[in-house]
C-alpha cells in the first residue's frame, strides 16, 4: 500500500504553486497501479467518485494543474524577455483577459518614464495600436479616465520639487477627499495631480499630506481601489508590491493572485526588489524567500528564489 | 521645401569670427547678423555656436539676447535654438499667456510633428524648465478644453498606416451622433481625435465627409464658439492639410489691423526649413500677392529684414 507519508508529500507536490518535479517522478514514478488507485481514493479533493464506479479527476484540478505546470515556462520566457515587450503582453492581458485594471495601473506608475514609453513603443510594434486608445476604446467603467491619463504620462524625472505647489496641492487633496462624494471637477484635479505631476513631487506631497491631516494619502482614499493603487504605486511602491507579493503566497489565493507572483518577481528582480524584501520582512515578519519556500515547488520555487537572491541578502 | 539658401561650403569658424566682428564697436552689425544666420540650416547655426563657444568662451544666443531687442531679437533667438528647444519655448510661452493660453501653438506642435518629434519636444521641455509639459499644460488649463489637450499632448500616437475601415466607419458616426446632439466635448469625440492613429482619423473624416456631405469642421460650430470648438477644429485642420492651416495663420497675423508677429514669426521660423515653400505658393494663390510683399508691407526694420532672408531672399 502507498505509505501515508508518500500521499502526503504528493498532494503537496499537487498543492501551491508551481510543481515538484521530483516528488512527482520519484514518488508516482515507482508507484505501482494499486498504490495510484488508493491515492485516488485517499485525495477527495482532486478526485470525485464518478456514478459509474471510478474516481475521476475533478475538472477543475486538471484546468489548475495545467497553470501549476505552465507556471516556471511562462515566468522563464517572460524573463528572457525585453522588459518592453514584457510590459507591453502584460498591458494587452490585463485589459483583454480578465480585465485586470490594476496591472496596468501598475505598469503606469511603477516604470521610469522612459520604461513607460519603451512598453508603449513595444505595444505599437505587437498590436498596431497605442494602448491609449484601445484602453480608451475598451474601457467603460469611470476608471477609464485614469488609466488613460497615467497610461499617457511622461513624467519629469529630474530632482526639482516646487515644495510651495506640493504643500497647496496636498492640501487641495485633502479638501477633495474628506468630502464625501467626488464630483467630476473634484475628480478631475485628483487625476491631472497624480498623473501629470514627478514622482519627487508626488512623494512630497504624500510627505505634507501626512503633515496636514496625519494620516497617510492611500489609506484615506475609501472605496476607490484604482485611486488607491495609484497612489500606492507612485509614492510607495515597494509596500504595493509586498501587499501583492503578500496576497500571491496565501493558500486560498485565486489563479489572477498567484500569476502575481512570477510578474511581480519577474519584473522587479532587477529594479526594486531588495527594497521589496525589506519592506516585506518588515511587514509580514518573515523574508520573502522563507515564505516562497514554503509555498511554492519544484523547478518554479527554485526560479524565483534565485530571482531574488540577485539583489543580495 | 526649405527656403533658405545656404551656400554650398559654409565654415562654421568664419561665420563665429564674423558674428563676432558684428558685435564688436558702437551697436550691432544686424545685416551681418541676419545674412550669416538667416542663410544656415539647422545643424550649420548648430556648428556656428559650437564654435563660437570655443573661440570665445560665451554662449552665441546669450551674445546675441543682449545685442539684439524687440520682435527681431525673438525671432533670432528663436531661429538659432535648436528645433526641440525651440519646440519647448514656442509651448511655454503659449501656456503661460494670459488672460488664456494661445491653444493653436500647443495643437500645432502636437498635431504636426511626428510622434519622435514630439517627444523630443517634451524632453526638451522638461531639460529646460525642469517641470514635464504635461504638468505645466493641465495646471493653466480647466474644463474641456484640458481634457483635450492634455489628451493630445499625452498620447504617443500610432505611426503605421493600417486603417480599419468597419473602424473609420463607426466612429464616422460616432462624430455625427455628437454633433447632431450638440454634445461636442462627448467623451467619445475626444476620445477619436487625440488617441487614434492619424492615417484612422484621416479615414473617419474621409468617411464622415462621404456620409453627410460636408468635411466635419463645417458641422463643429456652436452658439456660442467655444475655446474647445475651435481647438477641435484646429486640431482637424492640423491632421488634414497642415500647410493650409499655417497659410491661415500667417494670413490673420498679417491681416489684423495691428499685425500679430508672434504668429508671423512662428510660423516663419519652425517651417523655413520644412515646407514655407509650399505655404507661400498656397498664400499667393489665395491673396493674389506675394507672401515677401506681405510681410514686406507690414514689418519693418531688421525684423523685416530677417523675415525675408527666412523667405528666401538673395541680396
Known sequence: MAASDDVESLARAFSGVGVDEQALISVLGKWHPEQRQHFRKATRDFFVEDERQFERWNDRHILQLRHEFLRLKDAIVAWTMHPWERDARLLKEALYKGPQYNVLIEIACTRSSEELLGARRAYHSLFHHSIEEDVAFHVHTPEKELLVAVLSSYRYEGPKVDEETAKLEAKTLSDVIGKKGLNKEDEDVVIRILSTRSKLHLKAIYKHYKAITGNYLDEDIEGDSRLKETVQCLCTPEKYFSQVLDASLRYNADEISKEALSRVIVTRADADMKQIKEEYHGKYGVSLGKKIEEVANGNYRDFLLTLIARSGE | ?315
Not at chain 2, 35 to 64: C, P
Not at chain 2, 109 to 119: A, K
Open chain 2, 1 to 315: 521645401m526649405s527656403t533658405i539658401c545656404f551656400p554650398e561650403h559654409p565654415s562654421p569658424v568664419a561665420d563665429a569670427e564674423a558674428l563676432r566682428k558684428a558685435f564688436q564697436g558702437w551697436g550691432t552689425d544686424e545685416k551681418a547678423v541676419i545674412s550669416i544666420l538667416g542663410r544656415r540650416n539647422a545643424t550649420q547655426r548648430k556648428l556656428i555656436r559650437q564654435a563660437y563657444e570655443d573661440l570665445y568662451q560665451e554662449d552665441l544666443v546669450k551674445r546675441l539676447e543682449s545685442e539684439l531687442s524687440g520682435d527681431f531679437e525673438r525671432a533670432v533667438y528663436r531661429w538659432i535654438l535648436d528645433p526641440e528647444d525651440r519646440d519647448a519655448v514656442l509651448l511655454h510661452v503659449a501656456i503661460k499667456k494670459t488672460p488664456v493660453p494661445d491653444y493653436r501653438v500647443i495643437i500645432e506642435i502636437s498635431c504636426i510633428h511626428s510622434p519622435e518629434e514630439f517627444l523630443a519636444t517634451k524632453r526638451a521641455y522638461q531639460a529646460r524648465y525642469k517641470r514635464s509639459l504635461e504638468e505645466d499644460l493641465a495646471q493653466h488649463t480647466s474644463g474641456d478644453i484640458r481634457k483635450f489637450l492634455v489628451g493630445l499632448v499625452g498620447i504617443y500616437r500610432y505611426r503605421g498606416e493600417e486603417i480599419t475601415t468597419k473602424l473609420a466607419n463607426s466612429e464616422a458616426d460616432i462624430l455625427h451622433k455628437a454633433i447632431t446632439e450638440k454634445a461636442f466635448s462627448h467623451d467619445e469625440v475626444v476620445r477619436i481625435i487625440s488617441t487614434r492613429s492619424k492615417a484612422q482619423i484621416l479615414a473617419t473624416l474621409n468617411h464622415y465627409k462621404d456620409d453627410h456631405g460636408a468635411s466635419i469642421t463645417k458641422h463643429l460650430r456652436g452658439d456660442p464658439c467655444s475655446d474647445y470648438l475651435s481647438a477641435l477644429r484646429t486640431a482637424i485642420r492640423c491632421f488634414t492639410d497642415h500647410e493650409k492651416y499655417y497659410e491661415k495663420v500667417i494670413r490673420q497675423a498679417l491681416n489684423r489691423p495691428s499685425t500679430d508677429e508672434e504668429s508671423l514669426t512662428r510660423v516663419v521660423v519652425t517651417r523655413a526649413e520644412k515646407d514655407l515653400k509650399e505655404i507661400k505658393q498656397l498664400y499667393q494663390k489665395r491673396n493674389n500677392i506675394s507672401l515677401d510683399h506681405a510681410v514686406a508691407k507690414e514689418t519693418s526694420g531688421d525684423y523685416n529684414a530677417f523675415l525675408l532672408t527666412l523667405l528666401g531672399k538673395q541680396d
